[in-house]
């Protein structure tokens, strides 16, 4: 292959990976023989955002082979295996590139945000304000810093910050963003309500433009996924497996952003009972898409026809590799937010699962949502767009509760706060789990991780709703 062939594979892949037109990017990129550092992240690139996490560790390691000091290799190492809940070896990753740049701020944040999740929430404060002492601009590191101590977030850091972010316009900042959102709490805490939403639709909009996948993941969970699971599953093939789906017992956590579903899985994983807890991931998501790729779904304009069996067995293998466990009898924990959607696939996977729907006020899960970053949910940054999130989800758990009554347990944030004992009791007699006084005292425990926005709260007793918190809010909002 000539330089030019290369030049050319290279440039029509990188052009194609810009307008996120990935598998086909991947394409052009594999036709290349001597495979490059800059191809190979590229193409590390393109399996992070495809979520193919192993395969984006193996090319990861190659460009360490190449270059062993290589940062863009350590970093993104360090990362995926705090996604797959590899902690130690994540840090290992992040301290080595440290070792080999003492000012790399992406590292000294991702180290900050793994002590953030394991609960080491001094180690997080240092390394927060290590970035900010490298880069006082990093508006990111102030945000998390303002979250995980109030206080340390000073008038004259908020005052800085607002003069900057006034001659400083950039739209498409995700940093910028981050400085709005700083801003926005600030006002908050002093009951400024109108500017505090001016700043948090400022620091929305941004975050939503600072990357153009973010209209289509829009358009993927709020038109298209909603438009496909509104049709009739049709399951075909339905052999007996060798895998015996009634011997393993599920427990499926619902609900929308901030209404307490992390609370509730925290409760179930405190008790005497070894649960296996598959946190978010995506094991129904690739199952399907591995359908749609073997031509085992077929959608028609009013049904959807799946290979039961072959899906199954996707699905089971795939819980049964994540946990390395045996399947005689195996009860497990998920708490994938977009598992909803399919909620009738995986009730017939498994009929004996168990669906907690957590529940709270529509316009207070609204104005929670809304106070948040919630990086990884696009729809999440503006209020139509949650609206209709909110209204999507409470008509398909409508429909869930008249068919599958038995299968599901709702249960309020607010009941659940006011009333803890006897909530929680209920909660571990539904999921067939003993009761203790431990599952209360989550906040005592050593090997807590919690990756979500509530893994600050989530380290401190259960407070009582507080059910005025959102009323200043009203006036400024339609009725929802």
């Known amino acids: 292959m000539t330089n030019f062939d290369y030049k050319s594979l290279y440039s029509r892949g990188l052009d194609l990976f810009k ?73 290992k990753y992040y301290q080595k590139s440290i070792s080999y740049d003492g000012n790399l701020i992406s590292s000294y944040f991702n180290l900050a945000s793994l002590y953030e999740d394991k609960g080491e929430l001094d180690l997080a404060k240092k390394n927060y304000l290590k970035v900010i002492e490298i880069d006082d601009k990093n508006y990111a590191a102030f945000f998390n810093l303002q979250r995980l101590q109030e206080n340390l977030i000073t008038e004259e850091m908020i005052k800085r910050i607002d003069d900057d972010l006034k001659t400083n316009q950039n739209s498409k900042s995700k940093i ?111 199952a399907l898409q591995k359908l749609q790729l073997n031509k085992k779904l077929q959608e ?33 924990l998920d708490r994938t937010m977009t598992n909803f959607y399919f909620s009738e696939i995986l009730l017939e996977v498994f009929p004996n699962a168990k669906i907690i729907n957590c529940k709270r006020d ?17 729809w999440s940054h503006d209020i139509e767009y949650i609206k209709k999130y909110i209204s999507f989800y409470n008509l398909k758990l409508k429909n869930l509760n008249k068919n599958y009554s038995k299968n599901i347990l709702n249960i309020e944030l607010k009941t659940l706060t006011e009333f803890p004992e006897e909530t929680s009791k209920k909660i571990m007699s539904f999921c067939n789990l003993k009761w203790s006084d431990k599952v209360l005292k989550f906040y005592e425990r050593k090997d807590l991780i919690c990756t979500t926005a509530s893994n600050i709260q989530i380290r401190k007793k259960i407070y009582k709703y507080d059910h005025a918190k959102f009323l200043p809010y009203k006036e400024y909002f339609d009725n929802f």
Not at 63 to 71: F, S, T, V
Not at 269 to 280: H, L, M
Not at 308 to 329: A, D, G, P, R
């Open 176 to 286: 910028i963003a981050y400085g709005h959102f700083v801003i926005a709490k600030n006002y908050r805490k002093k009951n400024e309500i109108k500017k505090e939403i001016i700043e948090l639709s400022k620091g929305h909009k941004i975050f939503f433009n600072s990357d153009p996948i973010n209209k289509d993941a829009v358009n993927y969970w709020l038109v298209t996924i909603p438009k496909m699971v509104e049709k009739n599953f049709l399951f075909e093939n339905k052999e007996k497996n060798e895998i015996k789906s009634s011997n393993i017992e599920p427990i499926f956590i619902f609900g929308i952003p901030r209404s307490g579903t992390t609370l509730v899985e925290t409760i179930i994983t405190s008790g005497d009972e070894k649960i296996y807890n598959a946190g978010e991931n995506l094991i129904l998501q690739k």
């Open 362 to 378: 529509n316009f207070h899960n609204l104005i929670a949502i809304y106070q948040q970053c919630l990086n990884n949910l696009p």
């Open 300 to 332: 028609s304009e009013k049904t959807i026809k799946i290979d039961f069996n072959f899906l199954k067995k996707i699905i089971m293998n795939s819980y049964i590799e994540k946990f390395s466990v045996q399947t005689e009898k195996l009860k497990f």
């Open 19 to 91: 307008k996120n037109q990935l598998d086909k990017s991947l394409h052009f990129l594999m036709r290349i023989e001597n495979k490059d550092l800059n191809t190979l992240k590229l193409m590390s690139q393109i399996h992070i955002k495809k979520k193919d996490f192993s395969i984006a560790k193996n090319i990861l390691i190659k460009i360490l082979r190449l270059d062993k000091k290589n940062l863009y290799a350590l970093n993104n190492l360090g990362d995926l295996n705090k996604i797959e809940r590899n902690f130690e070896d994540a840090e």
